[in-house]
């Protein structure tokens, strides 16, 4: 999947969050994006996704156009191609960590329940996740819903990995767990874009960005 953002910009009234940035994500690529608070960065993940819709400029997905997309397109999209961490875990409250991590597969279906199920227990294991897999999240911590939640967006087995603060939440053995998922997965050729505070996590990256007030200041590497 080929990523090309072109001149992309959102304003919210006087406000403008993103200002008139481009950039190109190839397939394979692992791309973080590092600056401060309020700088822009969940603001251009909505974008990319789909969850909100640029003021000017274009996204391209393989030269579709975001803007050109139906609701259902885009839920396909989602659904199909894209694997999305949040800041916030959004996890169904009544179902246990393992039910979690396998509700997307009620939307999609792209492998057997058996394919489905290997695939949770390799994430559980990878992720440390074992003695929590029939817990509800009400009983876990912020760290145990992230991880959750890291799981869950990685089970459809995703064209790209989109994640806001996927290691906000975790303790450093914890957060170096994720980083070797996210490694290995990237190694078997995953695209992955995040934003991070995380500088192991973010040097990782073939390509790192800095973002300042809605714009680009530097490419890093």
Not at 21 to 45: E, R
Not at 51 to 67: A, Q, V, W
Not at 206 to 215: D, L, V
């Amino acid at each position: 999947m080929m990523i090309r953002v072109n001149h992309i910009s959102k304003s919210f009234g006087d406000y403008k969050a993103v200002d008139s940035i481009s950039f190109d994500v190839n397939s394979g690529d692992y791309v973080a994006i590092i600056g401060p608070s309020g700088s822009g960065k969940t603001t251009l993940l909505s974008l990319l996704t789909g969850l909100i819709s640029p003021t000017d400029g274009e996204i391209l997905y393989d030269d579709r156009k975001l803007s050109s997309m139906s609701r259902s397109q885009l839920a396909g999209l989602r659904a199909w191609d894209l694997g999305m961490i949040f800041q916030f875990s959004e996890l169904v409250p009544s179902l246990t960590v393992e039910e979690n991590i396998l509700l997307p597969a009620l939307f999609t279906k792209k492998f057997s329940n058996t394919e489905y199920q290997s695939k949770c227990d390799f994430l559980i294991d990878r992720l440390a996740m074992h003695d929590i897999r029939h817990t509800l999240p009400r009983q876990l911590s912020g760290g145990q819903l992230q991880k959750t939640a890291i799981a869950r967006s990685l089970i459809n087995d995703p064209l790209l990995l989109v994640a806001d603060e996927p290691s906000g939440d975790l303790d450093p053995d914890n957060s170096n767990l994720v980083q070797m998922l996210l490694m290995e997965y990237n190694r078997m050729g995953l695209t992955i874009l995040l934003v991070t505070h995380d500088m192991n996590l973010a040097f990782d990256a073939k390509t790192i960005y800095e973002m300042k007030a809605g714009s680009f200041s530097q490419v890093i590497k």
